[in-house]
């Protein structure tokens, strides 16, 4: 192990410039002094924290974790966001798997018009329609409902799902197919016992995306859920931080609590994150 | 039968269709393409959300739109926000990933730190910086002390609250644009830049002449999620100013929510929300218009 690792960096050493590490070196610091501050704001005390924002706290005093910790908002936030991002990946990934394989491999009337419909939702993001879809939702019964919030989340995410969709199985080998369909093979029983096996990559990446994207969403929830039991985090967060205001410390050690399980997931996650935005974007 | 067959195609696929498109269809409908609908018919007219839509207004909610006093703002900033990213997130993005493509263990490393921030959720990203500009707790007045000057409450000053929220977006997506530039980089055949090396080619020619043209499609992606993401910032601008101060600081969907949603002025939101897909639909034509001229040329 130590050897391969070894050759590998013999073999192509990277040609970095000393320009290049010194702006590496700057934005490094840039990026993490603001995470580091956080995570060691929430052990310090206020009068601390104007004095030495920078340095260590004096106390490893864990209070504020505790206090949110053993309040009963916390994790329900994060139970909320949980909930709410899992039913959008569950349902993103079907529905967009379904209609993009009909639309890759069925050939029908209507087919090239029904996509670009569809690829139509690429075009402008929901902040335009937020206002009727408030409405809609309002008049549909499911203001505060998380429904409120999934649904709509899965059908703007559905341009870009199915474009990855497509994207990916049009590579799929068509003979595969047509020998299925040799045998009388429907296509219902193509899709769910020969074609999605296949695609564990890919269903992977769209629902890795739907759960981020989902997670860190503010806007839609912020319009549709007004009852603080059924905030996901980033409108607990907000509630959190306007009662506490500058009681800084309390704030960031809320931060640093949400944050940190995000993170984990991102780092396990961050393969599928990045396939889906590189492959979005050079199809798209 | 058969030329049915031949329009239309065979009608168990067509029930397989069916079955398979209709769901997404519904939704896409229902969620996508009827608010979207809605928001050009509200827009004309005058509605607080109840009752029959009767107060047809014409195009006044159009008027009052561009003559309300923060709507200048909002567009000068966005426009700012914009040019900004495209002038400082985007060569400095370039400029990293022509160093971090490379493969070994170190360079993943920065790789990973440098995309964190994009990862993160834009609420988080927002309040934390809230805390490093804080003019009492933050960071800031200690950088200041450090520099013997009184820093500004960034924040709270119409003139720096612009640019100290330009940083807080190159440091929440410059790593994104960062992996776009690092995706198209890795998939540039060695062999290109080998025989341009083996023909002596300096680095810099190297870089400049094959690695930057070869990038052109990431640069077209990683331009337009650029301009995109300034037409629809609105989530670090909350946590950071809810538009603030003294409105300095909204961008079109912040001063949408505060003017048009959080007051139930349907007519007015509906009247925005048509703006904001008009700009966002024609950036995007503009955009390939110019991008197919010039392959043509």
Not at chain 1, 61 to 66: K, M, P, S, T, V
Not at chain 1, 211 to 224: A, C, Y
Not at chain 1, 245 to 263: G, M, S
Not at chain 2, 203 to 210: E, Q, S
Request: aromatic share 16%.
């Amino acid at each position: 192990m130590t050897q391969k690792r070894k050759l590998s960096v013999v073999g192509t050493r990277p040609e970095i410039s000393l320009l290049q590490w010194t702006t590496i070196g700057l934005i490094t610091l840039f990026i993490l002094i603001p995470f580091y501050s956080t995570a060691l704001g929430g052990f310090k005390t206020t009068g601390e924290l104007r004095v030495n924002p920078f340095g260590l706290p004096a106390s490893w005093d864990g209070a504020n974790f505790a206090l949110i910790l053993g309040g009963d908002t916390f994790f329900l936030f994060m139970w909320n966001s949980l909930v709410i991002a899992l039913f959008t990946v569950i349902l993103s990934v079907v529905v967009s798997a379904m209609a993009a394989f009909a639309l890759s491999h069925i050939r029908f009337f209507g087919r090239t018009y029904l996509t670009s419909l569809f690829m139509l939702g690429l075009l402008f993001p929901f902040a335009t329609a937020i206002l009727p879809l408030f409405i809609t939702i309002r008049d549909m019964g499911l203001l505060d409902n998380p429904t409120a919030v999934i649904l709509p989340q899965v059908a703007f995410n559905l341009a870009f799902s199915m474009l990855l969709f497509r994207s990916f199985f049009q590579e799929l080998p068509i003979e595969l197919i047509e020998a299925a369909r040799m045998d009388r093979c429907g296509y219902l029983r193509i899709f769910w016992h020969i074609v999605l096996p296949l695609s564990l990559p890919i269903l992977t990446t769209v629902g890795v995306f739907a759960f981020v994207t989902s997670w860190n969403n503010f806007l839609l929830p912020l319009i549709m859920l007004n009852n603080d039991t059924s905030f996901p985090w980033p409108l607990g967060i907000m509630q959190f931080q306007g009662q506490y205001n500058t009681d800084w410390p309390k704030v960031l050690a809320f931060l640093t609590l949400t944050i940190l399980p995000a993170l984990v997931f991102f780092l396990l996650a961050q393969r599928y994150i990045i396939s889906g935005l590189t492959g979005g974007a050079v199809k798209g | 039968m058969a030329a049915f067959r031949r329009r239309f195609g065979d009608p168990k696929s067509l029930a397989a269709v069916a079955i398979l498109v209709t769901p997404a269809l519904v939704l896409f409908v229902i969620f996508v393409l009827w608010p979207l609908f809605n928001a050009f018919l509200f827009s004309f007219y005058k509605w607080n959300g109840y009752g029959p839509l009767e107060q047809l207004v014409g195009v006044d909610n159009y008027a009052d739109v561009v003559d309300h006093r923060a709507f200048p703002l909002a567009l000068r900033n966005t426009v700012i926000i914009a040019i900004a990213s495209l002038l400082i997130q985007l060569p400095l993005a370039l400029w990293v990933a022509l160093a971090l493509y490379q493969k070994a263990w170190f360079v993943s490393i920065f790789r990973t730190i440098f995309f964190l921030p994009y990862m993160l959720g834009e609420v988080a990203a927002g309040l934390i910086w809230k805390f490093v500009y804080d003019g009492n707790y933050g960071l800031l007045p200690v950088v200041g002390d450090a520099l013997h000057t009184d820093m500004p409450f960034l924040l709270a000053d119409r003139f720096w609250v612009i640019p100290a929220i330009i940083l807080v977006i190159v440091w929440k997506y410059f790593g994104f644009h960062m992996m776009i530039y690092i995706a198209g980089l890795q998939s540039i055949p060695n062999e290109v830049i080998e025989a341009a090396r083996l023909d002596g080619v300096s680095k810099w020619k190297i870089m400049w002449f094959v690695k930057i043209p070869m990038l052109r499609s990431s640069i077209v992606i990683s331009v337009f999620f650029a301009i995109v993401g300034s037409l629809q910032l609105f989530d670090i601008i909350l946590p950071l100013t809810g538009g603030g101060p003294g409105n300095a600081s909204h961008t079109l969907v912040s001063f949408l929510y505060y003017f048009g949603i959080l007051r139930m002025k349907i007519g007015f939101g509906g009247a925005m929300s048509v703006i904001l897909f008009v700009l966002c639909v024609g950036v995007t034509i503009i955009y390939r218009r110019l991008l197919f001229a010039r392959a043509d040329a």
